[in-house]
């Protein structure tokens, strides 16, 4: 079955470091994929997606490469702030799959300190 | 704007009673899923609803579940004779669905805070 495996947590970084969150996935389809974020006290919601091969996704900051070839779509950013505290989440689907819902990551908990 | 939302935020019940959590999507959206988050795990999902279909209900965990939707409204996930592996976070999401920009999964799913729901 599908499946998402990313980094384990909780990563702590000082502000303005260099951000790398793993992602790696297997899919028995052509995935679209997906970082979600959940910030403390609120709902999950999209960071950023890539629906097909070399596509790059960006928000706020964060960028994530859709690599068909290493089935991977690690999550980067330049320099963190302490406002990008929040449990990250891979995700991938499978448009026109079956069961229509998103198979996730365990979450990645991302602390930063000022 | 209203969110997604879901009630109640949290549930406490004896094991083998029956329960009913309920989620009100964003106007307009069509596409609404159901997902169990176990403490430690990741998003589970459970099921997808496209209007007040299921096309696939392959993802409840056990014939104790089931989940029904009115219109393109609110939906109920229905828990009968609980056990404490029911025990997690229930998160419903909703989007709009096939046809706004292509398939319904590359839509943003816009999640409620979730119930939280302990068997005892």
């Known amino acids: 079955g599908d499946s998402v495996t990313q980094m384990e947590g909780p990563v702590t970084l000082s502000e303005e470091a260099f951000l790398t969150i793993n992602c790696t996935y297997t899919a028995t389809g052509y995935p679209s994929l997906f970082w979600y974020v959940q910030y403390p006290g609120e709902g999950l919601q999209l960071l950023l997606k890539a629906t097909k091969a070399d596509d790059k996704g960006s928000n706020k900051g964060f960028e994530a490469t859709y690599r068909k070839e290493t089935t991977s779509f690690h999550l980067e950013k330049g320099s963190v702030q302490v406002s990008d505290s929040a449990v990250y989440f891979c995700a991938l689907g499978i448009p026109g799959g079956g069961a229509d819902g998103l198979t996730f990551g365990k979450g990645t908990h991302l602390i930063i300190q000022p | 704007g209203a969110g997604v939302s879901q009630s109640p935020s949290n549930k406490v019940t004896e094991k083998g009673k029956d329960v009913e959590l309920r989620c009100d999507p964003i106007?307009?959206?069509?596409?609404l899923y159901w997902y169990r988050q176990r403490l430690g795990q990741g998003l589970e999902f459970l099921i997808y609803f496209q209007g007040n279909s299921a096309p696939d209900k392959s993802g409840l965990p056990s014939d104790r579940f089931s989940a029904e939707r009115t219109g393109e409204s609110v939906s109920t996930l229905t828990i009968q004779r609980t056990q404490q592996e029911d025990s997690a976070v229930y998160l419903c999401?909703?989007?709009f669905g096939t046809g706004k920009g292509g398939a319904a999964i590359n839509q943003p799913q816009h999640f409620g805070d979730g119930t939280r729901l302990s068997i005892l």
């Open positions: 106007s307009g959206h069509t596409a």
């Open positions: 999401a909703s989007s």
